[in-house]
């Protein structure tokens, strides 16, 4: 591939690759001229230029015949890629077809260009990241069933809170999942439109031929054609970014997670373990979380870059100085970032390693003091809920000062028993028994992301 030499060391780690070959100077070159050769069919269909013509541009509208590294030097004194781009196309079809050549980017302008050839690498883009989030929703929504009534320590400020299960803990991952699939969704419509707009916006070149041509150039990209062009108007593709950000962050709640429960102390839930997988350059007993570790990091970064792209939108006029330069490669950037970040996900759900048991006893490393609420619920129904809550605080204090169990002080203490039978004492200081509607959290996530699938 004719590519520029860059940093690549990293990107097999952040990135996914599919995207990167969407965002790399090939994609960025191509989409490009995919709209100069639409272009020049759309301005033949109404008669504007000669069919003939066409097929010269055509042939000529294929990123391999150009020099990237020359595109780039001549990008740093044009001011875009899209003024070299088209000296450029012209070059290599006046070689061919001088008549031909007359007729390359008529009534264009270079913004048009390129974002128009943004647009269609946003459209592949939105499919690779849509593809990825319904794979992961189905993974998490098997997950989510599988362990729908395992328990675990709930946990609140990063304490012991009451039980949860882990199904209802993959589950919050779903519901996230799927509701920025659904924003997807809702802004493609606003998203996927043409930019043709001409030098100021008014398509004045092509007289009262503008409207058929930018009609035609709209199908023959099969984009939308907006009510007007949006040079200035960046919104459409800050939305976007915007819920990039969300699928970032929400895959950074998933590896934060992760990574907390794989933590020694913890030891519940791990990442799938792979030859040369999370090891230390000098520790042999480390397994360190570097599919989370990418979430995190993503979750990190793109809320900067997210900053970029709304810097970058009180822009000037007709078109702008500096701040449509800004965001060349900011967006490109984002979806890179998701990109990894989804590829990462969907190797850490796959192939989640739960360790249930570990589960049962770090829930009773309090000694029962975690199902304190559940006995005073009940207990408050019978003494009143100030008794109740005062006698269940002193028993915990008494537990944890005597190291002894909830349930045995619980026992001991004559104004429970009078209240609670031991049968009663027993069920309460159940895990299993206090999950509430966790059960349902799931069924709820389950449906809804399937709803959206089907």
Avoid at 74 to 79: K, L, M, R, V
Avoid at 263 to 275: C, I, K, L
Wanted: charge should be negative.
């Amino acid at each position: 591939m004719n590519e520029r030499p860059g940093n690549q060391l990293f990107d097999a780690y952040f990135t996914a690759r599919d995207m990167r070959e969407v965002f790399c100077d090939q994609g960025r070159v191509q989409a490009m001229l995919d709209f100069e050769a639409a272009l020049a069919r759309a301005e033949a269909r109404v008669g504007l230029i000669p069919q003939t013509a066409v097929a010269p541009i055509e042939a000529a509208c294929q990123a391999g015949h150009y020099d990237f590294a020359a595109l780039g030097e001549a990008i740093a004194t044009a001011g875009n890629s899209a003024i070299p781009l088209v000296k450029a196309l012209g070059k290599q079809i006046a070689a061919n077809n001088a008549e031909a050549e007359r007729y390359v980017h008529l009534g264009a302008t270079s913004q048009d260009v390129m974002d128009t050839g943004l647009v269609l690498q946003l459209r592949r883009a939105l499919e690779l990241i849509e593809s990825d989030l319904a794979q992961l929703g189905e993974t998490l929504s098997a997950q989510a069933q599988r362990y729908v009534a395992t328990p675990l320590a709930g946990r609140t400020w990063l304490q012991h809170a009451t039980p949860v299960t882990l199904g209802m803990k993959i589950a919050g991952w779903l519901g996230a999942v799927t509701r920025s699939r659904q924003r997807l969704r809702e802004l493609k419509p606003r998203l996927l439109v043409l930019q043709f707009g001409g030098a100021s916006g008014t398509l004045a070149a092509l007289g009262q031929q503008a409207m058929p041509i930018a009609e035609a150039l709209a199908e023959e990209l099969k984009l939308t054609l907006p009510d007007q062009p949006w040079h200035t108007q960046r919104d459409r593709l800050v939305e976007f970014g915007s819920v990039l950000g969300l699928i970032a962050g929400s895959l950074g709640k998933l590896g934060r997670d992760i990574s907390l429960l794989m933590q020694t102390e913890a030891a519940e839930v791990f990442e799938p373990s792979a030859p040369g997988k999370g090891g230390s350059s000098t520790m042999p007993h480390k397994r360190n979380p570097v599919g989370a570790a990418v979430l995190i990091s993503a979750a990190t970064r793109v809320p900067g870059l997210l900053s970029t792209l709304f810097s970058a939108m009180p822009q000037e006029h007709e078109r702008s100085l500096g701040l449509w330069h800004a965001e060349w490669e900011t967006l490109p950037e984002i979806c890179c970032l998701v990109s990894g970040s989804l590829k990462q996900a969907l190797l850490v759900a796959d192939g989640l390693e739960v360790d249930a048991e570990r589960m049962a006893r770090n829930l009773d490393l309090t000694q029962g003091l975690v199902l304190a609420e559940a006995v005073s619920i009940v207990l408050a129904q019978r003494v009143g809920r100030d008794i109740a809550h005062h006698l269940l605080e002193q028993c915990c204090k008494r537990a944890v000062a005597e190291q002894r169990h909830l349930r045995t002080v619980l026992g001991d203490e004559p104004q429970v028993t009078a209240e609670l039978s031991d049968a009663e004492l027993d069920h309460l200081l159940d895990p299993a028994h206090y999950l509430g509607q966790a059960h349902t959290w799931v069924e709820r996530a389950v449906a809804e992301h399937s709803a959206l699938t089907a």
